[in-house]
T-cell receptor, first 114, second 116 residues
Framework: AQKITQTQPGMFVQEKEAVTLDCTYD???????LFWYKQPSSGEMIFLIY??????QNATEGRYSLNFQKARKSANLVISASQLGDSAMYFC???????????FGKGTRLHILP | EPEVTQTPSHQVTQMGQEVILRCVPI?????FYWYRQILGQKVEFLVS????????KSEIFDDQFSVERPDGSNFTLKIRSTKLEDSAMYFC??????????????FGEGSWLTVV
């Protein structure tokens, strides 16, 4: 069965520091995708970054990078130079190429301190 | 930038009442989804819909729930007789293709449902 685990319910980080949000996953499939979404207090789901299981390079999107360690089944999100606007809930998620749904982890609430 | 739109943004309803949540997916998308997020909890898959029928549903999606694409534009989620535990944010999403990768699944801004 597919499973996403985010072990950090909450984090406090000083502005301008880098932050790593942890995500591990469990799947028996070889072909899958990993996502990170940001959910601010307004509630919408904002796509941040995607990593395919066959992608050899770690995904990067601006200040976001995904530290993909396939053997460890981890897909940590790294935010460089954090900003106050990064304060939000962050969800790690996974899809399989054999079906059409995404499953989500429980999320990590990130607080950026001025 | 294409977007998925949802209405209403917030609805308060009496327990036992029927509720219809509406979604307008992106026009050339073929795969549609509903997800639910109870306050403070994770986002949960409810149902996926393709070619005018349900392609997959979760155990949450019981007989009280139904989905419909009545006019080729809207995609609706109906809850027949709401319960207190149906209070949640409901997200509609759409995708152009079944193999979701990258930013190919688009979420709406959600509909808050409060059952009192």
């Amino acid at each position: 069965a597919q499973k996403i685990t985010q072990t950090q319910p909450g984090m406090f980080v000083q502005e301008k520091e880098a932050v790593t949000l942890d995500c591990t996953y469990d799947t028996s499939d070889q072909s899958y995708g990993l996502f990170w979404y940001k959910q601010p207090s307004s509630g919408e789901m904002i796509f941040l970054i995607y990593q395919g299981s066959y992608d050899e390079q770690n995904a990067t999107e601006g200040r976001y990078s995904l530290n993909f360690q396939k053997a460890r089944k981890s897909a940590n999100l790294v935010i460089s130079a954090s900003q106050l606007g990064d304060s939000a809930m962050y969800f790690c998620a996974m899809s399989h190429n054999r079906d059409d749904k995404i499953i989500f982890g429980k999320g990590t609430r990130l607080h950026i301190l001025p | 930038e294409p977007e998925v739109t949802q209405t209403p943004s917030h609805q308060v309803t009496q327990m036992g009442q029927e509720v219809i949540l509406r979604c307008v997916p992106i026009s050339n998308h073929l795969y549609f989804y509903w997800y639910r997020q109870i306050l403070g909890q994770k986002v949960e898959f409810l149902v996926s819909f393709y070619n005018n029928e349900i392609s997959e549903k979760s155990e949450i999606f019981d007989d009280q729930f139904s989905v419909e694409r009545p006019d080729g534009s809207n995609f609706t989620l109906k809850i027949r007789s709401t319960k207190l535990e149906d209070s949640a944010m409901y997200f509609c999403a759409s995708s152009e293709r079944v193999q979701v990768s990258g930013n190919t699944i688009y979420f709406g801004e959600g509909s808050w449902l409060t059952v009192v």
